[in-house]
């Protein structure tokens, strides 16, 4: 089974900082995702990251994969009180079987 | 909307209750999850079906029993569990391969075992 690490674990911020999630393996992904859950509700997907090198935007936030498809970073710009929740890294060891890094919890106070 | 729906949301049991958690989608999809998660922690995968059949068991204790009664329908049966087996139990569903790696979740049923 391939891991994914993610750092920081916890991050407490004030409104209008920028941030950056990392999402670490020593194993290759054929794709990584980016989820989003809130306290009470499931995961959200955000993107999926495919090609080594990607580069995708949604708004304020910004999601790259590395060259050797490894790892992947999230960067939140002038982050918001409604950017809070957890932000989970996933992939796909083969065959349906996802797995999910540790997380990062965000807090963004206003 | 979440187009996974589970039920109950919530759910307390004794550890000599046998119940059920359920989960449908009509998304056409042929792979369905179980998911647990505890407090501040990720979800840690249970079990995965793929064209109705059983293709993944994380080694889960026997006192958890899946069912897939047909493509639509999630079920874990649920007897004789222990107070730290408390958590949100989430059920998500995907297209065979995920092709996208998409995963939809339902909101989870958050079990209590007393």
């Known amino acids: 089974t391939q891991l994914l690490e993610q750092s920081p674990q916890f991050l407490s911020i004030q409104e209008g900082e920028n941030l950056t999630v990392y999402c670490n393996s020593s194993?290759?992904?054929?794709?990584l995702q980016w989820y989003r859950q809130e306290p009470g509700e499931g995961p959200v997907l955000l993107v999926t990251?495919?090609?080594?090198?990607e580069v995708k935007k949604l708004k304020r936030l910004t999601f790259q994969f590395g060259d050797a498809r490894k790892d992947s970073s999230l960067h939140i710009t002038a982050a918001q009180p409604g950017d809070t929740g957890l932000y989970l890294c996933?992939?796909?060891?083969?065959?349906?079987?996802?797995?999910f890094g540790a997380g990062t919890r965000l807090t963004v106070k206003p | 909307d979440t187009e996974v729906t589970q039920t109950p949301k919530h759910l307390v049991m004794g550890m000599t209750n046998k119940k059920s958690l359920k989960c449908e989608q009509h998304?056409?999809?042929?792979?369905m999850y179980w998911y647990k998660q505890k407090a501040k922690k990720p979800p840690e995968l249970m079990f995965v079906?793929?064209?109705?059949?059983?293709?993944i068991n994380e080694s889960v204790p026997s006192r958890f029993s899946p069912e897939c009664p047909n493509s639509s329908l999630l079920n874990l049966h649920l007897h004789a569990l222990q107070p730290e087996d408390s958590a949100l139990y989430l059920c998500?569903?995907?297209?065979?391969?995920?092709?996208?790696?998409?995963?939809?979740f339902g909101e989870g049923s958050r079990l209590t075992v007393l």
């Open positions: 194993s290759v992904f054929s794709s």
């Open positions: 998304m056409g999809h042929r792979a």
């Open positions: 079906y793929s064209y109705e059949k059983l293709s």
């Open positions: 990251v495919v090609t080594g090198g």
């Open positions: 998500a569903s995907s297209q065979v391969p995920t092709i996208t790696g998409e995963l939809f």
């Open positions: 996933a992939g796909e060891n083969n065959n349906n079987d996802m797995r």
